[in-house]
């Protein structure tokens, strides 16, 4: 539990843009990035650019992830996560990806135990899977009941795993994962250090069958985002320097992410050198989603461009490679108040809903606030019309 302790705070500045942390100073390019030029961002033509006309709670993934979440019929069961990335499998059921998950019981008052290192019976994991079958869901993490791990284990203590996006190809579960290490004592010394693709077979999810590298140059972390879409699987990148964040795109043929990878440059064309991709638009969050609408695209994120912003925003554009334009609000989270803050919406076009799924962290400054109330550190699920 030191290592949630110790980079809560630090994360959620992160995440929310406040300021640039060592390990986004580090991951800064070193030399000037190119942007994708004002002549080719114009705007998305009418007539295939979503529209949002609302958005609104999904009551059945709310009540199926509360109502397990205080489920105590197993100690190693998830009570609490962010992350919240899915995948549907060959079988039809759909796995969950999370990032920092909380396993253990309730407590009849709403609480959740200490942790195990502090005499309680609350586990602490970097990451994990839900499966969802028939509308019950199971925990799936390494180790046993008893002592469960990881299902991306760190290779030491000073390192860990939080995932990325995930997807299909030939039957194999491909799941993005960034890896971040810790180089002092301190609050901040902590640092993205590189990204990886975890391999997992569909009836065995507990361990990966293999790991391979990423691009990791120039500080990107991929992917925030995967999209399957004509021939080509498209994965998106954050730039994160605290404020701004820069979207960034890759993409490869076919369905695993093991090909040869090609970026977007700033003329719009696609290059194999890493170092021509080029800054797309700020304003993204480190995770958010590209997902075809009818004839469209739309890009659903938490709005980085304010400080601890509770809104969920989305563009439209012709292309899986943008532009993205016509800034549209989705939704205010009304969780967001005084220590609690909302993060990473992201969209699960392959979920059930009455309209596309989006989903959202919700998370604390002050890490009691995780330990006095269990309902805190959940996603919260939505349905999102367009026209």
Not at 57 to 72: C, E, I, M, P, Q
Not at 147 to 158: E, I, L, Q, S
């Amino acid at each position: 539990m030191t290592r949630f302790r110790s980079a809560l705070a630090p994360l959620a500045i992160a995440l929310l843009g406040l300021t640039a942390t060592p390990q986004q100073a580090l991951a800064a390019p070193p030399k000037p990035v190119p942007v994708v030029q004002e002549q080719t961002r114009t705007a998305a033509a009418s007539d295939c650019a979503p529209t949002v006309t609302g958005a609104r709670t999904d009551a059945r993934l709310t009540a199926l992830f509360t109502n397990y979440g205080n489920d105590n019929s197993r100690l190693d069961d998830w009570t609490g996560a962010d992350g919240t990335y899915s995948v549907k499998l060959p079988d039809g059921r759909e796995l969950w990806v999370f990032s920092d998950t909380f396993l253990g019981r309730v407590n009849p008052d709403g609480s959740r135990p200490p942790v195990v290192e502090e005499g309680g019976s609350t586990v602490f994991l970097n990451n994990s899977f839900a499966v969802e079958r028939n509308g019950r869901l199971s925990t799936i993490h390494a180790g046993t009941a008893a002592k469960p791990v990881a299902v991306m284990p760190p290779r030491d203590k000073d390192h860990w795993y939080w995932a990325g996006d995930a997807t299909l190809a030939g039957g194999v579960v491909e799941v993005t994962y960034q890896e971040y290490e810790r180089f002092g004592p301190g609050a901040w010394d902590w640092r993205w250090h590189r990204n990886v693709v975890a391999r997992f077979a569909p009836g065995r999810l507990e361990r990966p069958i293999s790991v391979h590298d990423l691009p990791s140059g120039h500080g990107v972390a991929w992917a925030s985002g995967v999209l399957r879409d004509g021939g080509h699987t498209y994965v998106y990148g954050v730039e994160d320097l605290g404020s701004p964040k820069y979207m960034h795109i890759a993409r490869v043929k076919g369905q695993s992410l093991l090909g040869r990878w090609e970026y977007l440059k700033a003329d719009g064309t696609w290059s194999q050198d890493q170092a021509d991709s080029a800054r797309v638009m700020d304003g993204v969050a480190n995770e958010y989603s590209v997902s075809r609408i009818g004839s469209g695209y739309v890009l659903i994120t938490h709005d980085t461009t304010e400080a601890l912003s509770a809104n969920i925003v989305a563009y439209s554009s012709c292309s899986p490679a943008g532009p993205f334009t016509g800034k549209q609000h989705v939704y205010t989270t009304p969780e967001t108040s005084g220590n609690i803050f909302t993060y990473n919406a992201h969209a699960h076009p392959d979920v059930a809903g009455d309209g596309l799924v989006v989903s959202y962290n919700v998370n604390s400054f002050v890490n009691t606030d995780h330990y006095r109330d269990v309902s805190i550190y959940r996603p919260r699920f939505l349905d999102v019309t367009f026209r």
